[in-house]
Structures are given as C-alpha cells and as structure tokens.
C-alpha cells in the first residue's frame, strides 16, 4: 500500500485488487459487504497511522476512487472550531468534491463524503489494542488486576493484540471509560476486529489473558 501525506489533515493512499485479495477479501465483499468494506478501511487506517503518524480522532471524511488495478483513498480529519460544535469543511457537497479533486478525469468517484468514527450513544463494551511485546502488558494487569475484565492476546501480522470486552451489567460507561484509559496509557487502540484475529491470528490466551500474563511473566 501506498501512502501519501497530504498536509497535518489529510492523506492519502492506494491500495492494488492484488493486496486487497492477499489481505484476505475479494473485490465484491469490498463493494457489496458493509462490514467487510469498513473492516478493511480501518484496517488500512491502521497502518496508515503507524506509517504516517495520522491519528483517527473526531469525524473523518473519505473519497474513494477505483483505478484499473486499485483503489485510491483519501481521508480528511474534519476540524472542529473552538466550541467544538462546527465542522470546519465545505458545506456545499460540491465544494467539498473540488477539495479533493483528481487529475484523472476518466476515473470514476463514487462514496459521498460520510462522517464516521464519531461517539455512538450506545456503550461501547469490546476494544482491541495492539502491541509489540507481551511484556507491554505487565503493568496493565496488575493495575487491573482485580477488575473483571474477559480478555485474550492474539498474534498478528507480526504484531501481538488485545482484546477486552467488558460486561455491561457489571461495568458502568465511566468504569468502562477508566479502565480504557489506564490500557491507553501503554498501548495504541487497534481497529482490528475479533473476528479477524480469530480466523487468522495466532492465539496466545484465549480467555483470563491479563490474569495469565501476570502469572506467567509477572
């Protein structure tokens, strides 16, 4: 995949059918399967963060064009004004076409520019890190050491992840926001699935994944 930065807020990348199929979809899961399609944008973003240091925060507008042999990306993080509550974009749809306009007139465009990765009012219970040695984890599980947490450590594309689903019953949004924090605060969120790592991860554990880390490296 290649990638170019833009400017501080907007970047852009090309990814080949070819590595799009060696990442494990086909080119109609990409068009006709949501969760597919959106699986392998973040997955993208993924590594478009780790390459190009661009952070996903806030609401993200996204312009895809197909090419003959790929797809080319581009994602803008929209800016917010100081309240917090305007956009800082073209309202017009058009205006916000010409801001990414491409020299190749053949190509076609499709995708309207969509606000994603913005806060659900549902609580959000399953979250994935990702990390480069096990022993990353170390301090996290004896901060957490007593906090019922269901967790499980995959390897992966030669990276290690961690994934945690808290119960909703048992954990409250601002336990769930707390605990999230303290877990930041060593690792990077991931928006890789479970599901991915499942089918083709390596696992580690499985289930009690902090609690098997402190007693098998602490």
Do not use: C
């Not at 309207?112 to 549902?122: A, K, L, M, T």
């Not at 399953?126 to 022993?135: K, L, P, R």
């Not at 930041?184 to 089918?199: D, G, K, N, Q």
């Amino acid at each position: 995949m290649e990638i170019e930065r833009i400017n501080d807020n907007t970047v852009k990348f090309y990814i080949s059918y070819l590595d799009v199929e060696e990442r494990g979809f086909s080119r109609d899961e990409i068009w006709f399967n949501r969760d597919k399609s959106e699986e392998l944008f973040w997955e993208m973003m993924d590594e478009v963060n780790e390459e190009a240091d661009f952070v996903m925060e806030g609401p993200l507008w996204i312009q895809v064009q197909a090419m003959d042999k790929g797809l080319e990306v581009t994602v803008t993080r929209a800016q917010l004004t100081k309240d917090g509550q305007k956009l800082d974009l073209p309202d017009d749809i058009e205006e916000r076409r010409k801001m990414f306009a491409s020299e190749d007139a053949a190509a076609p465009e499709f995708d309207e520019f969509e606000p994603v990765f913005e806060e659900p009012d549902v609580k959000k219970l399953e979250y994935t890190f990702v990390f480069s040695e096990v022993e990353e984890l170390l301090p996290i599980a004896r901060r957490l050491m007593y906090v019922p947490i269901a967790s499980a450590i995959y390897h992966f594309d030669n990276k290690y992840y961690l994934y945690t689903n808290f119960d909703e019953i048992l954990h409250s949004q601002e336990d769930i926001k707390n605990n999230v924090s303290i877990i930041a605060e060593y690792l990077r969120t991931s928006p890789v699935t479970i599901h991915r790592l499942e089918e083709y991860g390596k696992p580690i554990f499985t289930e009690d994944a902090l609690s098997n880390v402190l007693h098998y490296f602490g």
